[in-house]
Nanobody, 123 residues
Framework: VQLQASGGGLVQFGGSLRLSCIAS????????MAWFRQAPGKEREFVTG????????RYAESVEGRFTISRDNIKNTVYLQMISLKPDDTAAYYC?????????????????WGQGTLVTVSS
């Protein structure tokens, strides 16, 4: 299994970025998929997730209304569209995939992790 995240970079306050996570060795339609982030000196935190069915999404309060998770089933790819970025969004962003059914996308355990892609928001 491989989750290849990309799309990070340097952006100004208020700018936008779209992260991509290409999955191989698993299919996004049979796994819950999520984005986490970890800022320097802080613990990793849940950002957003989408259920295996695509019917449920969940967002951290800090990104609600600014970030959108989506997926392309044909490309087996999950996206994170980020707008109105703030310096507090600066972090390494990680893609994750989880086996099995769990009621809560944000608190469930995730089985597979990709490498991080760094997002830096300048003020």
């Amino acid at each position: 299994v491989q989750l290849q995240a990309s799309g990070g970079g340097l952006v100004q306050f208020g700018g936008s970025l779209r992260l991509s996570c290409i999955a191989s060795g698993l299919t996004v339609t049979t796994h819950d998929m999520a984005w986490f982030r970890q800022a320097p000196g802080k613990e990793r935190e849940f950002v957003t997730g989408i259920s295996w069915s695509g019917g449920r999404t969940r967002y951290a309060e800090s990104v609600e209304g600014r970030f959108t998770i989506s997926r392309d089933n044909i490309k087996n790819t999950v996206y994170l569209q980020m707008i109105s970025l703030k310096p507090d969004d600066t972090a390494a962003y990680y893609c994750a995939a989880g086996n099995g059914y769990y009621r809560n996308i944000d608190t469930r355990p995730y089985d597979y992790w990709g490498q991080g892609t760094l997002v830096t928001v300048s003020s």
